[in-house]
C-alpha cells in the first residue's frame, strides 16, 4: 500500500510498505480521507529534531472498518469510523477525570498523547491500523470529509468547551486564524451560544469565509485591532479570545483584547509568549490556557454536532498521490477549509 512518510529533516516522500495487519484489540480501517493539519507543516519543519523518521503522517484520518483484530468485538466490518486523535490508555487519573487529552500513560509532562501521524503511523496511506476503542462510529456521515473533525473541530470543541461560562449571551468571542480550526471553532460558538463572533485573519478570502459561516464582524490584523474590539465592545473587551495562529502579534493582540476575567485560549503553535504581567494597570483575573486535542467527550460532541447539520467541514480533495501539491498549497495559504488527502 501507499503512505505518505516524513521520511529525513524536512521531506515527505510516498512510499510503498505491506499492508499492515490489526493486532489484538485492533481494527484495520480502509482510509477514505486523511485531514492535512498546519501541525504537519510544522512536524517537516522540525527538521532534525524530528524524533520519528519513517513515521506515516496523517491525524486526521476516517474510512471504513477493513479487517477486525483478535478479540475485537466492538466493530463490524465495512462500518464507517473516524480516528480518534488522542490514542489515551482510558485507564490512568487523567483519563478517568475526563481529561485524556493529558493522558499519563500515552502522554507525559511536556509531551501530550500518542496519537496517529504523531507517535503512531497515521492515516495518510490506503490502510492505518487503530486501537479498536479509538475508532468511533460516523453512523451516516461520509468518511471522506469526516477526517478533520477528529483534530480541525475537536481542538477548537475543547478550547471552547474550557470558557462556556463566559459563552453568556451578550458576550464577545475573538476568533484569531481562519484556517481549518478557526472555521470549525467559529461555527461550534455559533451553534453553541448566542455570543457576538468577531474573527481576525491576515487574509481576506478567509474573512470572507467567515462571514459565510456567520462571523458578525471581521478585521484583518494591524496595529489598531486591539482598539478596534475594545471600541466594539464599550472599551470592555473580548470575554473569550480564541488564538488559532499563535505567533507573537496575535498573542499580543490576544492580551490587548481580553476583558476583565476573560478566557484565552493559546492554540495555534505559533511560538508567541503571551505577556502576563503583575502591574496594577493589567485587565484583572485574565485566564490564559494553552489547550492541546480535545477530550473523548468533546469529540462525541463534535460529532453530536456533525449528526445534526449544526457543524461541517469545507474542503478541498487532493489525491494521496498529490500530497505535495496539498503541502505546498496549505503553505501558500491558498486552503480555504480544510485540504484532505484521498487515497
Ligand atoms: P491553517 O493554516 O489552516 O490556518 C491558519 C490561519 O491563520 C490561516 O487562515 C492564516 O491566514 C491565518 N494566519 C496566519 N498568520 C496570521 C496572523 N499573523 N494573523 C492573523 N491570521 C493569521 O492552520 P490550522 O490547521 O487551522 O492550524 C492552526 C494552528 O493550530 C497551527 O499552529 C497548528 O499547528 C495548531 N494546532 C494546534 C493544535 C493543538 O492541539 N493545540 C491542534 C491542531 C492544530
Ligand atoms: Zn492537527
Ligand atoms: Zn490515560
Not at 112 to 131: C, H, K, N, R
Request: aromatic share 4%; proline share 6%.
Amino acid at each position: 500500500m501507499r503512505a505518505v512518510k516524513l521520511s529525513s529533516p524536512n521531506t515527505v516522500t510516498l512510499e510503498e510498505v505491506d499492508v499492515p495487519e490489526p493486532g489484538p484489540g485492533e481494527v484495520r480501517v480502509k482510509v477514505a480521507g486523511a485531514g492535512l493539519c498546519h501541525s504537519d507543516l510544522h512536524l517537516v519543519d522540525m527538521g532534525d529534531e524530528w524524533p520519528a523518521f519513517g513515521l506515516t503522517l496523517g491525524h486526521e484520518g476516517a474510512g471504513t472498518v477493513d479487517k477486525l483484530g483478535p478479540g475485537v468485538t466492538a466493530h463490524k466490518e465495512g462500518e464507517p469510523v473516524i480516528v480518534n486523535l488522542v490514542w489515551s490508555c482510558g485507564e490512568c487519573r487523567a483519563c478517568v477525570e475526563g481529561r485524556d487529552n493529558a493522558c499519563e500513560v500515552t502522554g507525559g509532562r511536556d509531551s501530550f498523547p500518542t496519537g496517529p501521524g504523531l507517535g503512531a503511523q497515521g492515516s495518510m496511506a490506503d490502510y492505518i491500523i487503530v486501537p479498536s476503542r479509538h475508532a468511533l462510529p460516523l453512523g451516516d456521515i461520509d468518511p471522506v470529509g469526516a477526517g478533520p473533525l477528529t483534530d480541525a473541530a475537536l481542538t477548537p470543541m475543547r478550547a471552547i468547551n474550557s470558557v462556556r461560562d463566559r459563552l453568556t449571551p451578550g458576550a464577545t468571542v475573538v476568533i484569531i486564524g481562519i484556517g481549518g480550526l478557526g472555521h470549525m471553532g467559529l461555527q461550534i460558538v455559533k451553534a453553541i451560544s448566542a455570543a457576538t463572533v468577531i474573527c481576525v485573519d491576515m487574509d481576506e478570502k478567509k474573512l470572507e469565509h467567515a462571514k459565510e459561516l456567520g462571523a458578525d464582524e471581521t478585521f484583518t490584523p494591524d496595529a489598531g485591532t486591539a482598539a478596534k474590539i475594545l471600541a466594539e465592545t464599550g472599551g470592555y473587551g473580548a470575554d473569550v479570545v480564541l488564538d488559532f495562529v499563535g505567533v507573537q502579534p496575535t498573542v499580543d493582540l490576544a492580551a490587548g483584547a481580553i476583558a476583565p476575567e476573560g478566557k484565552v485560549r493559546l492554540v495555534g503553535l505559533g511560538g508567541g509568549k503571551y505577556p502576563a504581567s503583575a502591574e496594577i494597570s493589567a485587565p484583572w483575573g485574565v485566564n490564559i490556557q494553552r489547550s492541546y486535542g480535545g477530550t473523548r467527550e468533546d469529540l462525541l460532541q463534535v460529532l453530536a454536532l456533525a449528526h445534526a447539520g449544526k457543524i461541517k467541514i469545507d474542503y478541498v480533495t487532493y489525491p494521496l498521490d498529490r500530497f505535495q501539491q496539498a503541502f505546498d498549497d496549505l503553505r501558500a495559504g491558498k486552503i480555504v477549509g480544510r485540504a484532505i488527502l484521498v487515497p
